[in-house]
């Protein structure tokens, strides 16, 4: 709440340089509609979980995983869950149609001064119908109750004070670099889109620019002086190298939401304070890192590289496997990079050929040994991953959305230009996990595994860490400056790493198993008119 009040302050204190005198020059209307029809293959699961984790099943129960800090909450909740099937014996096909609508309003006046203000609302198809067609009742005045919201909202100053400085005050997208780390939610599938609530301050010549930012992601309320989420960084580019950009940054994520493990009577909290339980410090994600980017005659290049420290209260908090999590969490030194380099051919077609990978640092401590078994007082351990943010970067239509970790991926690809409105992509994808998790001991009968001993938790076995090769071939055409088509298909080869399963998903916290080794398709028709 002070970080709050505080950014709320400078942001007054800037509206105050604006001079009052400004005048309504100018109104331009714009927007943009997107619709894309998907279809995926042997991959949702039929499900045996009800309530919230509907959509998912489980793979191992709790009580095949006594001790073990598996990061599903208090008693490792339900176990460990997925919500992929790799299996056309056992799963559901998924098909819908998603839209996006925006649209917005600038507003320019004089003394460099505008305010852009912008509504989106992402539906899938038949969420919104307004009347039932078996009973003729129609509920136009309820279907759709407060779908559109206010996407951006946000006050513009440009050149302040006679110097090349921006001030972004409001509701906004942020996007630097190539969206590795910090980009707008719009690639592939569920393009939601993303905005934050905050300031941002711009100074740029020709040569660099600086921003600095700051944003509220939660706000924690008033039970609490300080309970906010808040998200700021300071991202500098250097210019001065032809059709080179190099850029230096720091990223900081601080959760400060209150977290208890227990809320017992004084006397048991005063053992807790003895013996350091139930001690969470403030979750602070540290994030540095440098990125270049340009041609060099007919090659291009894409590089980046992040590195993260600081505590990690809010994952550690996940890892319970009895009442108490791992209040020492931290995000231990994490590496995260991102290459690719292309060559771009001067003949027919402009045919282009890229290679590059990426890495995710990450960790998987859900292993006990034998003594960490038998100790009832053994402290749980988490696995934490390289966090990869606010990325609208996606490797893979199926195993991730932009948040795979604790994974490598080595790719390639092909794109041709026929016409000069079409454009053709093949590309190709290896994906593997860093560090495999460990699975009970068990036998199959019939593709159902069998743990051999349930409650000795400290036998177990490696899973393969092959999670796959993907193929994709992507076709778009436009069909003018404003109106674009794309259909694409892509085919998942499932390894074994699939089909054992590894914490390779959501930041290294989520499982990716399933019940089968059957490959997956993944078929869109997609539209898009902006204005």
Request: net charge negative; charged share 20%.
């Amino acid at each position: 709440m002070r970080k709050a009040a505080m950014i709320v302050m400078l942001a007054a204190l800037i509206v105050t340089a604006i001079p009052a005198s400004a005048e309504l020059q100018n109104v331009q209307v714009g927007g943009e509609i997107r619709i894309r029809g998907s279809y995926y293959s042997n991959y949702v699961p039929d499900g045996n979980v009800p309530g919230a984790l509907a959509g998912t099943q489980i793979i191992w129960p709790n009580f095949f995983l006594p001790n073990r800090p598996i990061g599903s909450g208090a008693f490792n909740g339900a176990g460990i869950v997925s919500s992929f099937a790799w299996d056309d014996g056992d799963s559901n096909s998924l098909s819908f149609v998603e839209q996006r609508t925006r649209l917005n309003v600038k507003a320019d006046f004089t003394n460099e001064v505008s305010a852009f203000i912008e509504l989106d609302e992402h539906d899938i198809w038949g969420e919104d119908f307004r009347s039932n067609y078996i009973t003729g009742a129609d509920g136009r005045h309820l279907a759709g109750t407060g779908d559109v919201s206010i996407y951006q909202a946000y006050i513009e100053a440009n050149e302040m004070w006679g110097f090349p400085l921006r001030a972004r005050i409001g509701r906004q997208e942020l996007s630097f670099g190539s969206e590795w780390l910090i980009g707008v939610q719009d690639t592939a599938a569920f393009f939601t889109g993303l905005s934050f609530d905050g300031v941002r301050l711009t100074y740029a010549t020709d040569v660099f620019s600086v921003d600095a930012f700051y944003t509220t992601l939660v706000e924690g309320g008033i039970n609490e002086e300080d309970e906010d989420v808040s998200f700021a960084g300071i991202y500098g580019s250097y210019k001065g190298l032809e059709n080179i950009t190099i850029d230096a940054y720091w990223l900081w994520v601080r959760d400060a939401r209150s977290l208890n493990d227990t809320n017992f009577i004084a006397p048991i909290e005063w053992l807790e304070d003895i013996f350091s339980l139930d001690d969470y410090d403030v979750t602070n994600l540290h994030t540095v890192g440098l990125r270049g980017a340009g041609t060099i005659g007919a090659f291009d290049f894409e590089a980046e590289a992040a590195y993260q420290f600081g505590d990690a209260g809010q994952q550690g908090f996940l890892f319970k496997p009895f009442l108490y999590g791992d209040d020492d969490a931290e995000f231990d030194g994490l590496w995260g990079a991102n290459l690719e380099v292309g060559y771009t051919f001067d003949f027919a077609w402009t045919p282009r050929v890229y290679l590059g990978g990426a890495y995710f640092d990450g960790e998987d401590e859900r292993s006990i040994s034998f003594w960490e078994w038998l100790n009832p007082f053994d402290s749980p351990e988490s696995s934490v991953s390289f966090n990869r943010l606010f990325s609208n970067w996606e490797y893979s239509e199926f195993i991730e959305n932009t948040d795979l970790s604790n994974a490598y991926v080595i790719r390639g690809g092909v794109s041709v230009h026929p016409t000069e409105s079409v454009e053709a992509l093949l590309a190709i994808s290896y994906f593997k996990t860093l560090e495999s998790f460990s699975e009970p001991i068990n036998f199959s009968v019939g593709g159902l595994k069998i743990p051999i001993a349930p409650a000795l938790s400290f036998l177990d076995e490696e899973n393969d860490d092959e999670l796959g090769w993907e193929v994709g071939l992507y076709v778009t055409y436009h069909y003018s400056e404003d109106l674009s088509f794309q259909v694409g298909w892509a085919h998942l080869f499932v390894g074994d790493g699939l089909q054992d399963g590894n914490f390779s998903a959501g930041n290294g916290l989520l499982f990716n198993g399933g019940t089968g080794d059957d490959d997956s398709d993944y078929v869109f028709v997609e539209t898009k008119l902006c204005f």
